[in-house]
């Protein structure tokens, strides 16, 4: 138990960085259990002992659990933190998504858009992972392919094979991209240019317009919340929009879904973020939620502009659990919206 809660210390040890554990990845997923069966387990023993005094409270008398009681519990820990990792490092189904968009131009009823976000390619989240993440969503029949940030855990120097399925990604309207928090983590602009490099086209406060005929559609997209500690430029959507045609839907990639009020009452469409990997557990995703303005899994109505915030298509190796939070590629169909 001991070994396991320090499974954050053994991974600084491997590679200097707590979000990149470099063990083999058995050991990463043998980790993830182990360490997520330890966090369970205190949870369930401190509901045990508050279930006890309550009782206690309202029998006036005092009371034991039986040991047993102790030991089913600490297997239920088990049993779910491996139904957990199981669901966490599977490649993710693809999720349909109906938006209707007010405005939306005839040419672009039943365009479909394809979300990528928190791919997190590491030793647990591998490039035969990525092949087959980068299959299912070539095969999803996008008209355009996004990717809300979150690529790696890992230097260039550790992650260059890996991330090399992602060169194969395509869509008649191309891939877009944007930074998430975790490519800050490592080198930035070495990241950016790689990225670059294998196709994706990124859009750092900057957009892109889509035409059909003599209708149009932006893509924009921000850098993350997390830039300006790191000396790199804060979100900026008022420059991202800037020479963007008139009266031509935007759907804006952000990675973290905080500032989505703000995008709204500056005209967007749609939002796309994922940063919050859906809370991972039902009843966690509350907290995650408090901590991102209210916003943790799925569609919202924000204003007139409808916010989706994805689970992720894979999660941080640090904490690689899913229960009743499944993983995704999402595709968006857009319709108009009278």
Request: proline share 5%; net charge positive.
């Amino acid at each position: 138990m001991l070994a396991a809660s320090q499974f954050h210390f053994w991974s600084r040890l491997s590679s200097g960085s707590v979000f990149a554990p470099e063990f083999p990845r058995v050991v990463v997923i043998l980790f993830n259990w182990a360490f997520g069966a330890l966090v369970l387990l205190a949870v369930f023993q401190l509901l045990l002992d508050l279930g006890a005094l309550l009782t206690m409270a309202v029998s006036r008398s005092t009371i034991r659990e039986p040991a047993m009681l102790r030991y089913a519990i600490g297997g239920l820990a088990a049993l779910l933190a491996a139904i957990g990792v199981a669901n966490a490092i599977r490649v993710p189904p693809v999720r349909d998504v109906t938006v209707a968009i007010r405005g939306l131009p005839a040419a672009f009823d039943g365009y479909r858009i394809v979300q990528l976000t928190d791919l997190h390619i590491s030793r647990l989240f591998t490039r035969r992972w990525a092949q087959a993440v980068v299959e299912r969503t070539n095969a999803a029949g996008a008209d355009v392919i996004v990717v809300t940030g979150d690529f790696i855990d890992g230097s260039l120097a550790m992650r260059r094979d890996a991330v090399e399925p992602l060169r194969q990604l395509a869509a008649p309207d191309g891939v877009y991209a944007i930074p998430g928090n975790h490519e800050y983590f490592f080198d930035y602009a070495e990241w950016m240019r790689h990225l670059s490099g294998m196709g994706l086209a990124m859009l750092p406060n900057a957009h892109r317009v889509i035409a059909r005929g003599d209708a149009r559609l932006v893509v924009a997209g921000v850098t993350d919340l997390s830039a300006p500690s790191v000396g790199e430029a804060a979100p900026d959507l008022a420059a991202a929009l800037r020479g963007a045609p008139a009266g031509a839907p935007v759907v804006l990639l952000d990675h973290q879904p905080r500032n989505a009020r703000r995008s709204a009452a500056q005209g967007v469409a749609l939002q796309l973020s994922g940063h919050t990997h859906g809370g991972m557990i039902l009843g966690l995703d509350r907290l995650v939620a408090r901590g991102n303005a209210g916003f943790v899994s799925g569609r919202y109505a924000v204003g007139d502009m409808t916010l989706y915030v994805g689970n992720g298509t894979g999660l941080w190796p640090g904490f690689a659990l899913r229960l009743g939070v499944p993983s995704e590629i999402t595709r968006f169909t857009l319709r108009a919206r009278p």
